[in-house]
């Protein structure tokens, strides 16, 4: 490779084409130019797949290709597995919420579907609600809560996931009820939680700002209920016997 094809690569911003044209296959000029450049476009979609999978910063490589569907899942009748995964609810701006007990597959499914949305070529965040709230205190302190708020202009789906785990303050309860507000009707969300929503009252202090919280978030939601005891529990146990 010559450092003359490399700099023209570059200059024309062809960033395989200098690795990969002693590879392409030749049997005329028109068949070597339409294959070298298809393989280009590949290996950018590729690249560009994973940089959305790394910007979303998941937890775990989980995905829908390892995921165990069982009949303890229960979906609201607008929705069933097949148009669940299609993701045609992030096109339509809507929100699905996850709730069962911990341990039964709600945030494996929620990364599994975060993960094909980066794959279908869409920003995704994914975020311990719990750590979204301590970015949004530190960001408040900080005067910096606009920037912040900033980050998810060109996002199309956000994860919160444990909602519920952990009680909030008076001031993170705000501060998350104005974001989840900003995105209502603008954005996709999927929201894993332990707790049915009249129980959320345990998390969001202000009775009055929950209830407004869970009336935006469902009204243009599916929400699956997750019955049974927990996965790991139950793993665990038949490792011990």
């Known amino acids: 490779m010559s450092d003359s094809i490399r700099l023209m690569c570059k200059s024309l911003r062809l960033a395989y084409v200098s ?5 392409i296959p ?18 950018r979609d590729q690249a560009k797949v994973q ?7 998941f937890l775990d490589s989980k995905s829908l290709s390892n995921y165990e569907w069982n009949e303890r899942i229960r979906f609201p009748a607008q929705i069933d597995k097949d148009s669940l995964m299609s993701l045609d609810f992030i096109k339509q701006k809507q929100n699905v919420v996850l709730i069962g007990s911990p341990g039964t597959g709600k945030s494996h499914l929620a990364t599994g579907l ?3 949305a980066c794959e279908m070529r869409y920003e995704v965040r994914f975020y311990r609600v719990s750590h979204l709230i301590e970015q949004l205190e530190q960001a408040f302190k900080q005067d910096k809560l606009a920037s912040f708020r900033k980050r998810f202009e060109k996002v199309d789906l956000i994860i919160l996931d444990e909602m519920g ?4 303050s008076k001031e993170g309860s705000e501060l998350l ?6 995105w209502y009707e603008q954005k996709s969300l999927i929201i894993t939680s332990n707790l049915e929503f009249s129980q959320w009252n345990r998390i969001f202090i202000d009775s009055r700002l929950t209830a407004a919280l869970v009336d935006r978030l469902i009204h243009h939601a599916h929400v699956l209920t997750f019955n049974g005891g927990s996965y790991r529990l139950l793993n665990a146990l038949s490792k011990a016997r």
């Open 19 to 23: 690795e990969i044209y002693e590879t």
């Open 26 to 43: 030749f049997d005329s000029p028109t068949q070597y130019l339409q294959a070298l450049f298809k393989e280009e476009f590949r290996l």
């Open 51 to 57: 940089r959305l999978i790394k910007n979303a910063k």
């Open 114 to 116: 975060g993960r094909k």
């Open 165 to 168: 785990y952990l009680p909030f």
């Open 177 to 182: 009820f104005q974001l989840i507000a900003e």
